[in-house]
């Protein structure tokens, strides 16, 4: 994190608002690190962390998971 960050004001719709708040009472972390994370998401920037992607651990039911995880991985990355 930087030592110095900027204060940015932001208008959110109600129902937006709550779900922000809930989401961080849930992960027991604050607004603006929920916001930090969801823009740095957008626009790019993963702050140097990395997201673990699992593809085929355990048992899905499906039987050509080792022929499609190319296409899973994709997918998983662009979600």
């Known amino acids: 994190m930087l030592a110095y960050m900027k204060r940015t004001s932001v208008k959110l719709p109600d129902d937006l608002d709550a779900q922000l708040r809930h989401e961080a009472e ?38 050509d998971i080792s022929e499609r995880i190319e296409e899973i991985l994709r997918a998983e990355a662009r979600s």
């Open 26 to 63: 849930r992960r027991g972390v604050t607004i603006a690190a929920i916001t930090r994370e969801a823009l740095e998401a957008h626009l790019g920037r993963d702050g140097g962390r990395r997201r673990l992607l699992a593809a085929g651990a355990g048992r899905s039911g499906c039987s």
